[in-house]
């Protein structure tokens, strides 16, 4: 059994990656930490809180911990352009009466991690800022996770945002956060904005998806809706983009991943145009000791298997 903590800032890929995980059966979602990001972190904790009703998650199962509202040095961006204002693609759905934990999330990464060391896996899906906190507070954390799966980072200097266009969105919002992260962590698995668009799902796979009709699937496909036509503008093609569901199916099917390489990575804090960029020693130039597992290729019949599953 896969213990999960999620750290997320839902976020529409991040509910479908939550439900991804929620559906697997050797997947327990021990707890969700939230951050700011995609929009800002009292929207994306009450996302979490939809999403998990949506799931029927019993109130008192998965708690929730609100993290960090804004970078180590704050960054006036969102990406509420894509998610919608309510980072849930502008459905706004009713307000959860869910509790959310007092303890904060930086608090419960530490505290969660030594009280069951060597057994959780961390997915971190949006800015690494309770990651990099929990961390400074607890410097042995990297040795109290089972694993960390990030998704974030690009490799080839392809990203997503309009700020940077070499970084991708996470990076970008704290990449103080993301450099300190990796400084202190060895043996991470990074999936990319450019493995994310390497992995678009085709038009035929989309509308298998969007067409589930299951209580679950129209959700699914409410929460995706108004992104797949921002997409299919953009792309002049449906097509949908799943950086955070590709980083959940690592971390719940480690095996899914037919293609990494083991590199040394690092973080670009000073560039006017590519701050927030992460670069990849692909011929270890530097003789730094790699400390990222570089996603490249998933088992992609796979991936729809889990996708298709989780909208059930
Ligand atoms: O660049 C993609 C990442 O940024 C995803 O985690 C998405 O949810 C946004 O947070
Ligand atoms: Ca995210």
New binding site residues.
Partial sequence: MVELVID????V??ARAIMLAQAHPDAKIYALTTVG??VGVDQTTANACVLLDALGVAPDRTPIYRGAGTGLLAVQYDGAYFHGADGFGNNNFLPSSRRVEGEHAVNALVRMANERPGELTLAA??PLTNLALATRLDPALPHKFKRLVI?GGTIRGTGNNRRNPSAEF?AYMDPEAMAIVFETWQDFWLVSWETTLHHQLEPAQVEQLMSVNTPRGKFWAQLTRESLEYVTKRMGRPGLLM??EIALAIAVEPEIVTKSEHRYMSMELRGEHTRGQTTVDWFNLTGRAPNAHVVLEINKERFIELLMASAQ
Avoid: F, H, L, V
Wanted: hydrophobic share 15%; proline share 14%; net charge negative.
């Fill in positions: 997320t800032d839902p976020g890929d991040d990001g995609n899906i949006g998704m996470n950086p955070d």
